[in-house]
């Protein structure tokens, strides 16, 4: 039980204690006024991006391709069903 204890106290000091301040505000300012003298962005996120608009046409291509294949499968189908009325 004396775990127990160590933790209660360490519960009780870290609801008393602040966090110290920390202003980050000029680094980031420097670092976007930086990206708009360049004239580019700095984007690591970049080839996924490109990824997913590949994989989004890629998708659009399938679907388009199943409903192409649904008609023509199911055309004979329909004939066989015209046929019995």
Known sequence: MNELRILQNLRDRARND????????ARVMAR????????RELS????LEWLTAFSSAAAVA?????VIGFQEWADPLIVFFLDIQ
Do not use: H, S, Y
């Open 18 to 25: 602040e966090a110290p301040p920390v202003d980050v505000t």
């Open 32 to 39: 976007v006024r930086a990206q708009e003298v360049n004239g």
């Open 44 to 47: 690591i996120l970049r080839p």
């Open 62 to 66: 399938a679907g388009f391709l199943m």
